[in-house]
């Protein structure tokens, strides 16, 4: 089975940096996802992590350390749009062909101004 | 490019009445097709999953069912809804087979069950 943790509630600044982690413990990893999804609307795909180390992607970023069984989504230069619950999610092991994501319980971010 | 469609945005059943929930996706084949519901202050937990026609496994033992008739087409169905049923219902696409391939969520359906 699958078990994922990450913090309930964070808050941050317009224009700061705030770091998201994520520790999951797993039977298999087949990869580490984080998506964003704003009240009320479905989640979206932000990043994708199967080996250790940091993806960028403009002012997002994730990194992994399967050893540690941690990620942390880095979310750069805020922005009151980017006030959201942010979700993370392992993607379980592969079983004849197919294989599911496993969510946490999500971290929803509040940018003040 | 691929696009997945979900329907009705919201609804209000009362208890005991039953549900249909439509979902399709365009622009690619045999897609591996999810249900997954998100109540209030919890995770999303996957219902159901699909990597054929009729091909359908369930996550959660529950009165709910589904169905895919056609390759794109996914259907989440209950006889008699429950209280509990109440929640945020997605549908989900990945491409078929298992690694690396990411999930897309649909526009979400909210289900309040009275």
């Known amino acids: 089975g699958q078990n994922i943790d990450q913090p309930t509630e964070m808050t941050a600044t317009e224009g700061a940096i705030v770091q998201i982690n994520c520790t999951y413990q797993?039977?298999?990893?087949?990869?580490l996802f984080w998506y964003q999804q704003h009240a009320g609307e479905a989640p979206t795909f932000l990043s994708y992590n199967v080996l250790d180390g940091l993806e960028e992607k403009g002012r997002f970023s994730s990194f992994l350390s399967r050893s540690k069984g941690y990620s942390y989504l880095l979310l750069k230069e805020l922005q009151m749009k980017d006030s959201a619950s942010y979700l993370c999610a392992v993607r379980d092991p592969v079983n004849s062909g197919y294989s599911t994501l496993t969510f946490g319980k999500g971290t929803m971010l509040l940018v003040s101004p | 490019s691929q696009t997945i469609h979900q329907w009705p945005a919201t609804l209000v059943q009362p208890v005991g009445s039953p549900l249909s929930l439509e979902c399709t996706v365009e622009g690619t084949s045999n897609p591996n097709l999810y249900w997954y519901r998100q109540a209030a202050g919890r995770g999303l937990q996957l219902l159901f999953y699909?990597?054929?026609?009729?091909?359908i496994s369930s996550e959660v033992p529950q009165n709910l069912s589904a169905s895919r008739p056609q390759d794109r087409q996914f259907i989440l169905s209950s006889k008699k809804l429950l209280l509990s049923d109440s929640g945020f219902y997605l549908c989900?696409?990945?491409?078929?087979?298992?690694?690396?391939?990411?999930?897309?969520f649909g526009e979400g359906s909210w289900l309040t069950v009275v």
């Open positions: 797993t039977s298999g990893f087949n990869g």
């Open positions: 699909s990597i054929g026609i009729d091909q």
């Open positions: 989900a696409w990945s491409l078929e087979g298992g690694g690396g391939n990411t999930i897309y």
